[in-house]
């Protein structure tokens, strides 16, 4: 079997619906449950079995109460107790088949075969009229599909965001920069879109072989701190986390575990980060994210915002 990797969905024996958010999980899978069975629940399977969907918060308080040995920063199920994984790349013709709009929205992208797929609600089955459509494409095909949402929309093919969208989003992340920072950040990265009506995402997940590309666990917590430092390396800013290599006298990398600051910057830029320091060996790490909402946290481009 090919490994679990992020934005793959898992199943464990009661049935429990969990998303990947790691890439280390070849003893126990780094998730974060999402549907739990309950005969009363608001979404239906495909097979018609019913359930209840776990916001963040809730599905820390469910694991806690129900299955505390997962509790950990995230939930941790022990491989020999998943009964099914849930691969994007390899469920996305059952996705498109069924769901017209999504068939609608892939058919304007080329990427080749494998490369792509659903996750979310739509990748298990238990989408609903107003699911959001989690693209995710892999390693040097999501740049590829990058460039053609660019020109899809510069070509009105696909709508460009509306005020409106740009507004429900940033409602939605509660970031600490200002509405109109954020949506001068967000126009630049082409990572999401409007469609039909519906929010899209285009979601990077590092290839096969890429697995170990930043080495994962928790560091040494050495305080909170704001830094200044050109990024000397942004290929994997859109990545979960995004990481970007700087040039700081202490600090050798900013990770973000927020998609707010995904693909924030780019190699050359100049930022601004303010976050949580960690030891990592002999390097210093600086992490954005330390929270669901990342209060008091951020990253922006300096050169960016100097520009306009």
């Given at each position: ?215 994962a666990g928790k560091g040494t917590v050495l305080g909170r701190a704001t830094i ?81």
């Amino acid at each position: 079997m090919t490994s679990i990797r992020l934005r793959d969905f898992i199943e464990d024996r009661e049935g429990c619906i969990y998303a990947v958010s790691n890439y280390d999980n070849t003893d126990r899978v780094g998730c974060i449950l999402r549907y739990v069975p309950d005969a009363d629940g608001e979404r239906t399977g495909i097979t018609g079995r019913r359930y209840r969907k776990y916001d963040f918060a809730e599905s820390f308080a469910w694991i806690r109460e129900h299955k505390p040995e997962y509790l950990d920063a995230v939930h941790r199920v022990p491989c020999c107790d998943v009964v099914r994984v849930y691969k994007p790349e390899e469920e996305i013709g059952k996705v498109a088949a069924r769901n017209a709009r999504v068939r609608r929205l892939l058919s304007r992208f080329d990427l080749p075969t494998g490369s792509f797929g659903c996750t979310g609600s739509l990748l298990c089955g238990l989408e609903n009229a107003a699911s959001d459509i989690d693209l995710v494409v892999y390693g040097d095909a999501w740049f590829a599909a990058q460039r053609q949402l660019r020109h899809l929309v510069g070509a009105g093919v696909i709508p460009g965001m509306s005020t409106a969208m740009w507004r429900k989003v940033y409602d939605k992340r509660v970031p600490e920069i200002s509405f109109e920072a954020f949506v001068l950040h967000e126009q630049r990265k082409w990572n999401r879109g409007e469609f039909e009506g519906t929010y899209f995402d285009l979601l990077y997940t590092r290839a096969y072989g890429n697995l170990d590309a930043v080495p994962a666990g928790k560091g040494t917590v050495l305080g909170r701190a704001t830094i200044e430092a050109t990024v000397t390396d942004a290929s994997l800013s859109f990545d979960s986390p995004a990481v970007y290599a700087v040039d700081h006298d202490d600090v050798s990398r900013v990770l973000s575990f927020t998609h707010t600051y995904s693909g924030q910057a780019l190699a050359g830029e100049v930022i601004e980060a303010k976050g949580v320091v960690e030891e990592h060996g002999d390097e210093r790490w600086l992490i954005v994210g330390t929270t669901r909402e990342a209060k008091g946290e951020y990253i922006v481009s300096k050169t960016l915002l100097e520009s306009v």
